[in-house]
């Protein structure tokens, strides 16, 4: 059954890597494998994160508040990145362990219960993926988007688990590999660094730009532009000053409209009406939108000084 809500959708992951991180430490002490633990570790962290995830939703559809005044936004750029380092640190522990193992001689595992983790593991990591893709038919969610890609990659790499551990009584098999099984377990882990290293760096470099409010792409600037410029249309010769960031689901865009200085409106109204048919076309073109537009007759940087001066 496909979850239709974000919050439904949300709780997945969290059950998920609760039973791939439990039993990735149980295994991995029966076994031996430090593959099996890193994967273990993984998943406790994205439970970890999961659980915020779940509470950085409930927020968001809560709006803003007295204490935050502009929502809560920020919230979801910020528990993006603590889950990037967090695997990110998971990792660089694991690398290191992955080394001391290949100078010290490798180490032994028990490569039947082995491949028994990686199957199920695998097979939970692409089920959970398949179902969060397939929520992107009933709605859009930075959150969900996140989990969905660190879940195909959390299938993909239980299933080279699965490969690397299947080779190891192939290689006892015969005696001029019989002496790389120990190296096995070590090198898969390196492997499975390298395959997924990126994605950490990725999704907590993204979430620090938002956090800074960063420009938002090209792209959308100009998305943004075409449809102000419609919506504008009306009003005699005038610039457009617009300043846009994303952050999480929300792109936030500060619009000062720059008019001549004889310009003298009918009635207030009258800008109220093109203020409001400006935030229609930006809404039909970005969702989520936060939006704030100003009539000023002032150009450049000195507009927002004088607003925050009066």
Request: hydrophobic residues 50%; charged residues 15%; aromatic residues 8%.
């Amino acid at each position: 059954m496909i979850p239709k809500t974000e919050q439904a959708a949300l709780v997945l992951p969290i059950i998920a890597s609760a039973i791939v991180g439990v039993a990735g430490p149980i295994f991995a002490w029966i076994t031996g494998s430090s593959a099996i633990l890193l994967d273990g570790l993984f998943n406790l962290a994205y439970c970890l994160t999961a659980i915020f995830s779940l509470q950085v939703s409930r927020l968001l559809s809560q709006g803003s508040s007295e204490d935050f005044p502009f929502g809560f936004v920020q919230f979801e750029p910020f528990v993006n990145m603590i889950k990037g380092l967090m695997i990110l640190g998971v990792s660089a522990l694991a690398f290191y362990d992955a080394i001391i193992a290949l100078t010290s001689g490798g180490r032994t595992v028990v490569a039947g219960l082995a491949v028994t983790y990686g199957l199920g593991a695998a097979t939970i990591g692409l089920s959970t993926a398949y179902i969060l893709h397939a929520t992107r038919r009933h709605f859009s969610s930075p959150l969900i988007e996140a989990d969905i890609e660190n879940w195909v990659i959390n299938g993909v790499i239980s299933s080279i688990v699965v490969g690397a551990f299947l080779l190891i009584p192939v290689a006892e098999g015969f005696e001029q590999t019989r002496f790389l099984t120990p190296y096995i377990d070590p090198i898969l882990v390196l492997v499975v660094i390298v395959c997924s290293i990126l994605v950490p760096i990725r999704l907590t470099w993204a979430s620090v730009r938002e956090l800074l409010t960063i420009a938002a792409p090209a792209g959308q600037q100009s998305d943004a532009r075409a449809a102000l410029q419609s919506a504008l249309s009306e009003l005699p010769d005038h610039e457009v000053d617009l300043r846009m960031a994303r952050v999480g689901r929300t792109p936030l865009m500060l619009v000062h409209v720059v008019l001549p200085a004889e310009f003298e409106p009918g009635r207030i109204g009258d800008l109220d009406r093109i203020r409001l048919g400006a935030h229609q076309a930006l809404s039909e073109r970005f969702d989520n939108l936060m939006f704030e537009l100003v009539f000023t007759a002032q150009r450049g940087p000195a507009n927002t000084i004088a607003m925050v001066a009066e």
